[in-house]
Structure formats: C-alpha cells, structure tokens
C-alpha cells in the first residue's frame, strides 16, 4: 500500500474524507444483491482506499421477485460508477443461487484470480484504517501457515485494552476480513473432512471447551447433512480454518460496522444484537504485534459467552423440559415444575 494519507474523521466515521488519497495494491471482493443503498456506503468506504483491483460477485434476482429485478439492477449500476483508476472484474449471477452458494462460489472464483484479498459484503461498512491494517497484516503473515484469517471485527469482546493492536482467536469473523490463496484453497462447502473428524477429539483439542464443541458439532451435522445453502457460506470456512489448526487474527478495536440487521435480512434479523452497527474506531500506526503466535484463550471464553452459546443451549434445554413436563400426569408435572435444576453439563467461567 502507497501509505501517503491524511483523513479527517468527522463524528460519523462513514463521512470522513480523505484529503490525500492511498492507492491499495491488495484487491478488495465485493459480494452484492439487491440492497443498493447499502452498497454505495459500502463502496464509498472502499474508493477511499482506492484498490488497484476489485472483484465483485453478484446473485441474481429471485424468480417472481420484481423488485430483486430493479433492486439487483440499481446495485450493479452503482458498480459502473466506480471512479477511481481500478481494475473492476466481475462474476455476475444471472440467476438466484441464494446466499450460501452465490459467497461460496464467488470467493473461490477470487481466490482462483488473486493471490490475496480483502472481501466485504454489501452491508459491511469499514473503517478507512481497515484497509491498511489488513494490507500490512497480509504482507506479515503471507507465508505463515499457523495463520489463515485476519478479521476487521472486535463486538466489544475485549474487555482489558490489550498492549498490542491484535490477538489470534480461533473464531474468524467475517464481517469484513482478508486471507490468502494458500489458506482458502482448504474451503470446501461440503465439509467432507467432517465424517472424517466428527468421532475424534479435535475439535475439543482446538478449542478446550466441552461445550462449544457440542455445539459446533451440532452446526457441522446439520451443515454435512443440509448443505451450504440452507447454513451459509462461513460456517465451511470456519470449519477450514479449525481443520487446518489456522487461527484468526481479530483487531482490538472495531473496523467494521455491520448496517444489514434488520427485518428484511436473511440470518441478522434483530437490530438489538451486540454485533448491530457497532461502530468503527481507527487502528492506530504503526502496528504493535503480538510477540507469540497463539490463541488469547480468555478473549475466546469472552467470545463465547457474547455470542450466546452457552446462553442458547441452556434455552434448549427449557425447551427440552417444558416439553417432557407437558408429557407427564398433571400431579407429577406441578411437583417438577416447581423444582429448579441446571443441566449436569453446564459449563460456568
């Protein structure tokens, strides 16, 4: 990256305007549909890194879906007015093959063009700092194998501000993110290696926690059993990442910000989620790095209490209850519900 930049931040980050333009060399991949007002943020935040290359992937219209036609349209009209000095390479969809499939076969087809890249979907608005940060970070670990991800996303997880301008995780975010040829060749949306793995102790090796093991074990089956298309795209790349041992590099502070939850989504419906439009704050230069390459395992317990699974498990097994009370006789059932019992395979931290 051509460093020679000055921005000035205005309260909303989305504003800032940069006085000095960079020039990127690491291509940015842009996946899109039918949300155009989203994607021109998108695409504002990105002409202010002005890559050299970018990639987009479209989907098509769903069938019956007159407005997909003219949303899809006004989305790839606002793709022909980019108006930097970019190369703009395109993979369009002139049919709908849905939210799992379209990121799947998008992103293998960038990594069959670049040898690395930043990838951004159409509601996820960076930070201008996230491009450099991911360009540096790209270039450090280009040959590194322990590491296959490098994530703009930190939900407040990090309680302690930490010394270093990251940490690895096992968890790879992909609201806003980067990695390389050499670690996405290992996606595979069928998860084949998954009957291989399923019965042995890796998973609980990696992570260390019994219970978020029952939990993606219960995610790989459904994802081995169902297909991308009714799980979408990322839980195969997390599961990559886990099979080949790569950590994630996640940032100390937000880069990203997530403006796609909302009623009209197809996973983040609700606008109260701690991930909603958390906005982004600027990475700090030069990088500090960690000396060591390895997990920060109390940021990853953090992690997994935020992202409610130990939280959604115990819902489960309410749910589980109520319905073997609802069974019983009704002198029996008043006598258990007026019990309290917490499941023997609770984890607490």
């Known amino acids: 990256m051509r460093k020679k930049q000055t921005c000035r931040i205005d309260d909303d980050f989305t504003a800032c305007k940069p006085v000095v333009l960079q020039v990127m060399e690491t291509p940015v991949a842009l996946l899109v549909f039918n949300r155009p007002a989203a994607t021109e943020q ?44 970019c190369d703009v ?22 990594f069959d063009q670049v ?25 450090k670990y280009r040959d590194d194998k322990r590491v296959m991800h490098v994530s703009g996303d930190n939900w407040n997880f ?32 069928e998860i084949k290696l998954w009957g291989e793995l399923r019965q042995t102790s890796w998973m609980l090796e990696i992570l260390g926690d019994a219970e978020a093991v029952e939990f993606w074990s219960g995610c790989f089956d459904k994802l081995y059993t169902e297909g991308v298309e009714r799980n ?25 910000t997530n403006i796609g939850f909302g009623a009209d989504a197809t996973h983040t419906t609700r606008i109260d989620d701690e991930r909603a439009f958390v906005p982004g704050v600027a990475m700090e230069f030069p990088l500090t790095h960690p000396p060591i390459i390895a997990c920060s395992a109390a940021v ?3 992690i997994v209490e935020q992202v409610g699974l ?24 008043r006598r258990l519900s007026s019990a309290t019992v917490t499941p023997a395979s609770r984890v607490t931290t």
């Open 300 to 302: 990853d317990r953090q």
């Open 158 to 189: 990090c309680k302690v501000p930490p010394r270093f301008s990251y940490f690895f995780s096992w968890y790879c975010y992909s609201c806003g993110w980067a990695t390389w040829r050499r670690a996405f060749q290992h996606y595979d949306p």
């Open 232 to 256: 979408g795209w990322d839980w195969p790349w997390l599961f990559a990442c886990w099979a080949q041992r790569g950590l994630s590099i996640l940032p100390r502070a937000n880069l990203v």
């Open 89 to 110: 390479i395109k993979n369009y969809s002139d049919i709908n093959l849905g939210v799992g499939t379209r990121p799947a076969t998008g992103l293998r087809w960038v």
């Open 310 to 333: 130990r939280r959604q498990r115990y819902r489960v097994y309410r749910r589980l209850r109520r319905t073997c009370l609802a069974a019983l006789p009704k002198t029996l059932r």
């Open 42 to 85: 998108v695409l504002d935040a990105v002409r202010a890194a002005r890559p050299s290359k970018l990639l987009v992937i479209a989907d098509g219209p769903r069938p019956g879906r007159t407005d997909d036609e003219e949303n899809c349209a006004a989305v790839r009209a606002i793709i022909d007015r980019v108006d930097w000095n």
């Open 115 to 139: 040898e690395q890249a930043i990838v951004l979907e159409d509601d996820c608005v960076a930070h201008p700092t996230f491009f450099r940060y991911c360009d540096e970070l790209l270039d």
